[in-house]
């Protein structure tokens, strides 16, 4: 399997810039394209200017200024960024394509991910003025049909996908997870399954052993480690897993996804919705 062409979203946030060299990391060692995705789409801020500006007392001119300014905002975002492509790219020798699209991400970004491998996005990042009662990157967990990347809104991250670990529960959400993430794991410089235990977990009726998955992975390429996290009855799963992947140095979780976004608080439930509300590091996932 290949990791052939990675899409990366960026947007006029301060961690657009991590997320484009978090994703030329990563294709520089799967030999991966880049598509930039850039959504000249307006932020929270710029729209609550240009509405006081147009609702206020100020004149013609004073409006016209005002659009002049956030316009030019957004080009200077983009500028920067496409030149930061571009130094990234040539230096790793890594085949890219910028695209620049009017609109809002939520609408765009799903329509451009489905041509891609991957889709990389920033998790918790400022709120599209057009989101309702969920986030852009939780919607695109659902919408997309390919699996996502989310990069924390705080951390430093220098590498992405060279210490994978895996959130295996023998579920066929987290089943779904780690076959997305195969060409990662295949290249990966270690590879961790974790298995939460504890006697208040329950034990899904007919499941095999975690041991199990580690032969199947080994055939393909991987020498992964089991690691069990205990997890105390009052804690979270979520947290004891975090705290596991940062004390390894891990720059990845590969962790299931549920539910539909409508029914967000629902059906996502339980760990991974935690685990996203908490998400310390980058998290690969896939519905």
Known sequence: MALKDILVHLDQSERATQRLRLAVDLAARHGSRITALYTRELTAAQMSTLRAAELGLASWNDVARVNQSVSAGVSESRRQLEASLSELCCGQRIEFEWRSVDGPAAT????????????????????????????????????????????????????????????????????????????????????????????????????????????????????????????????????????????LGADLLVSGAFGHPRLWEKLLGGVTQDLLARMSLPVMTSH
């Open 108 to 247: 765009v970004v799903p329509q451009h991910a489905r041509h891609a491998d991957l889709c990389i996005v920033g998790k918790n990042g400022w709120r599209s003025p057009a989101a309702i009662d969920y986030e852009f990157s939780e919607e695109l967990l659902f919408v997309t049909g390919r699996p996502v990347v989310l990069i924390p809104p705080e951390g430093a991250f220098e590498t992405l996908g060279r210490h994978v670990v895996i959130a295996w529960n023998g579920s066929r959400a987290a089943s779904r997870a780690l076959h997305d993430a195969l060409p990662l794991i295949e290249r990966a410089e270690r590879v961790s399954v974790f298995a939460a235990d504890g006697t208040h977990l329950p034990t899904r009726p007919g499941a095999l052993p975690p041991e199990t998955i580690l032969e199947h992975l080994r055939r393909h390429g991987a020498t992964p480690e089991l690691l069990r996290v205990e997890v105390a009855p009052e804690a979270s799963v979520a947290a004891a897993l975090l705290a596991e992947a940062h004390r």
